[in-house]
């Protein structure tokens, strides 16, 4: 009787903690922030910021289906935003699954520059561009691709600035971007990430070629902020391309596509 009086009130002293390792049900959705600095935007290889630091941040939603949308921000230089308001908006929205342990992500991103403009009297605003994408990972592999619908990619194609000597009957729709990326921990919280990109970009009277762009890096996590180092690196650019990706101000010229190093710091919240 005694052996069953202490094994009763045994289960029930366990009952509080197997009650309490049951999980919580999934939310319908989820809402995050995040919030970032860094030492030098780069955005496939190429410094939006004219290789000085940038603020960013952004807001995503995500339903547990897979459907999200998002919102993500960055103060940019005038190379980025010509006559603008030195803002880059992106928004995007898609679908995520995994099919047989394959992550897919489908999606559409369109990257807005509010008052951005061709020139100082025409106020065409060319450098909004819109992309379509498709991205697989398996593991810590990931590949990316992405296609460009609207028919200017940056500022390059149809209407665009006159630089490139481009036309009203050029286009860049078509252009493609495809990222290949590895991001593997290897200590507790350290993250090596390697990425390779090319760009394809098609444009009929501008001729800029295959771009390449590399980036090796470390991301450290402490206590929910990330402290990032990044190293990159641009080839197969042309004397055009060269001359498209460099910032002249005060007659000072800026490689914007040259190697350098960027350190950020990222929370989600």
């Known amino acids: ?30 809402i995050s922030g995040n919030f970032g600095l860094t030492s030098d935007y780069r955005f496939r290889g190429v410094s939006q910021s004219d290789k000085k630091p940038a603020i960013q941040g952004g807001v995503d939603f995500a339903h547990k289906l897979g459907f999200y949308l998002g919102n993500w921000n960055s103060s940019v230089a005038d190379f980025a935003s010509p006559y603008g308001s030195g803002i880059e908006m992106d928004f995007y929205g898609g679908f995520k699954t995994e099919i047989v342990g394959i992550s897919l992500d489908l999606g559409t991103i369109y990257y807005y520059y509010p008052g951005a403009q061709t020139s100082d009297t025409d106020t065409k605003n060319t450098v909004n561009t819109n992309e379509l994408y498709l991205g697989l990972g398996w593991g810590p592999i990931s590949l990316k691709t992405s296609y460009t619908l609207s028919d200017r990619y940056f500022g390059i194609g149809k209407d665009g600035f006159t630089d490139l000597q481009r036309s009203a009957t050029s286009s860049s729709k078509g252009t493609l971007y495809y990222d290949l990326s590895l991001a593997q921990e290897i200590a507790p919280k350290l993250t090596l990430k390697v990425h390779a990109g090319f760009t394809d970009l098609k444009d009929r ?64 919240f």
Request: charged fraction near 20%; charge should be neutral; include cysteine.
């Open 1 to 30: 009787m005694k052996k069953t009086v202490i094994a009763l009130a045994l289960c029930a002293a366990a009952l509080p903690a197997l009650a309490q390792e049951k999980k919580a049900p999934e939310p319908d959705f989820t």
């Open 205 to 268: 009277v501008a001729d800029l070629g295959m771009i390449k762009d590399y980036s090796i890096g470390l991301a450290y996590d402490i206590e929910g902020w990330v402290l990032g180092l990044n190293y990159y690196t641009v080839t197969g650019l042309n004397a055009d391309a060269k001359g498209w990706y460099s910032s002249t101000i005060d007659g000072r010229s800026t490689k914007l596509y040259g190697n350098g190093a960027a350190v950020s710091l990222t929370k989600t």
